[in-house]
């Protein structure tokens, strides 16, 4: 008590004198959504803990909109810093807070003693423009006061490409031809290059070329596509006779007559080609929706996709009358961009973020004609995975952090990295119409899609929680599975202390991930009882695995990287990165997985495009030939690389071995990879194989792999 009057005393003496000491007051983070669903609850994170005490106190109460008394459960979490009302009537409320119900040594500041927020049976449209300005004022106002907050809180996370399951996998193969590696048999993923068997359809730089496969010794240009210069081709989807091309393209739109108020506008467009004379496509339509790509699905002739839109909030401080609806661009409405209306605009629950998850969808069926559907999700989205009847995103609600102490117990005012959850949002899908089911929070982050995965109407998620570095709370992994209304029904937690998630994969009623740090452990989990999962078995071995493809029943493919460790002069061990590494796992004894073979390519520097991402992957399942793109690096002495050469590397892989079959490289002629001759995609048409890179394709006999022509 002394030594806590002393600094008290020296706080008000140097503040007298104008000198101020940020340890000496702390501001509490808070963090807390605007709306909840009934049945969901609600919950308000803090960055320091509550006193055990300061509910039965009333230090924290709850009242109505007219603040009259609120009697309903309110729980505080066994971390002391998130406060939780499990079920609540639908209403408008106010959460008080007092700042006795606050822990700590020090000074404590609230942002806020009053947070408001709304409970609904489900989630409803907005109905006027008074209600989207309302949620964004105390979105800003939240971001003004939490200073920690502010870091993550335009749009919590980072892009998806798309920023990088027991769905039977997608195989890869589409009859005599090449088909894209999905992860969800019967949902197609967009990618840079597709084929219909006769002719391929590829991104190059800012335009598409149609090339004619159908003679593999004579390769020919049937068409090339051009766009505007602020129009940036990304994806590529083929539909029967439709081509849908989808890109970053950026537009302006006029807020008022000066020149100075022209706001730049960032679109998704999808241009739809009629190619029913491939040498010849005909442009039916354009459709763009506001904002960056966040990933894209076709199942049943309907094209989803989804944009994130982060609307430029701090404007409405400057001037008045600012829009903050995203737009959308239809060829088939006029010239001019159009607003969403409000009609189309409902904000998610348990979550702040000021951005928008727009979910659009449209039938190809008769692409020149049917309405494109768009809707507008408040609330951010950082991964996508979809089934035929379901579409779940992904956001990271960031759990707000202790101050950071130096070993005297003194606050330091500086920026610490915010640990986080991960919200969920199912929504169902019927046609184009897409409705919003649930959502629900799990502790930590996940990898990618391969992290999600919907079976027998159960969802399941594995997740990283915590930080692989922070030796004091080392990181862990959590397996949670979720009933069809997004409530959790089992768990497997806290695996590989230390480690984080570098691949998963769920294949039915198995679960495989692999963590790293130092070795790689391959973790097989029971998941065929939802409520009670289990680990089966675990593999330690050198390297990990970036990727997970399936082999059959009883096998497993790992596509990573080798690994080995090195002295270091402060006398504990670095792990290095070497070359690309192929497992073959034998999983046909659940608790005791075998690593049966590998295959090392390369050394240090020793990189392919599968490694991020999937759809590099090539695959013959008749022939059991695998395929990527790769850039060889060696090594040499002096902890030097050298660059060795590029191209492609085909293998023959079995339940019985790895064998490589084809070496498609070019050797290096600078200190470099060359990015214009990079393969980027491999595919295969009857019995010809392609490399299809961003300057030239080359066709292949697919039995001796003899060169039959190249298109530059």
Known sequence: MKKRSLWLV????????????????????????????????????????????????????LTDAENEPVETEMVLLENGKTLEIPQISTGSYILHIKKSAIKGKYLKSLPTDEIAFSVQEKITALSTEDELEAYFRQLLELQKNNERYGAFGEGGGMETEESVSSDSAGSG?????????????????????????????????????VTDARNPSDLKIAADLSFDPEMYPQQLFLSDNTLVVMGSEYNFMDEGTQEEEMQHISMTSLYLYDIRDPSSPQLLRKIGTEGNLNGARLTDGILYYVTNVYPQIWMMEEQEDIELRPRTFDSKDGEELSVLPFDRISILPGTMEGSYSIVSAIDLADPQKNELSTDGFLGGSE?????????????????????????????????????????????????????????????????????????????????TEGFAWDEAAPSKNHLFILNGGMEQVGSVEDLAQGERIYSARFLGDKAYMVTFKETDPLFVIDVSTPSAPAVLGELKIPGFSNYLHPLGDDHLIGFGSDTHLVPSKEGEARVVTGGMKISLFDVSDFENPLEKDTEIIGGQGTSSALQYDHKALFTHQEKNLYGFPINIYRETAGDFIEFEGQGAMIYTITPEGISQTANLLKEGSGQYEDWESMIQRIIYIDETLFTIANSEIKSYDLNTFEIQDAIE
């Open 10 to 61: 020296a706080a008000v003496l140097i503040a007298a004198i104008g000198i101020g000491f940020a340890f000496m007051i702390d501001k509490v983070s808070i963090s807390a959504s605007s709306v909840a669903l009934a049945e969901q609850g609600w919950r308000a994170n803090f960055s320091s803990a509550l006193h055990s005490d300061a509910i039965t106190k009333g230090n924290i109460y």
């Open 173 to 209: 193969d589409g009859g005599n031809y090449s088909s894209t590696n999905n992860q969800v048999e019967g949902v197609d993923e967009a990618d840079l290059v597709k084929t219909d068997g006769s002719y391929i359809y590829s991104i190059s730089d800012s335009r598409v070329l």
């Open 383 to 463: 991964q996508l995975y979809m089934t035929k009847e379901s579409l779940y995103l992904t956001a990271a609600a960031y759990v707000p952090m202790d101050e950071m102490e130096t070993e005297d117990n003194v606050s330091m005012d500086i920026w610490i990295p915010q640990l986080a959850n991960t919200e969920i949002f199912k929504f169902a899908l019927e046609g184009t119409a897409v409705e919003f089911v649930a959502s629900s929070q799990v502790k930590g982050t996940l990898l990618n899609q391969f992290s999600m995965d919907e079976y027998n109407g159960y969802f399941r998620i594995v997740t």
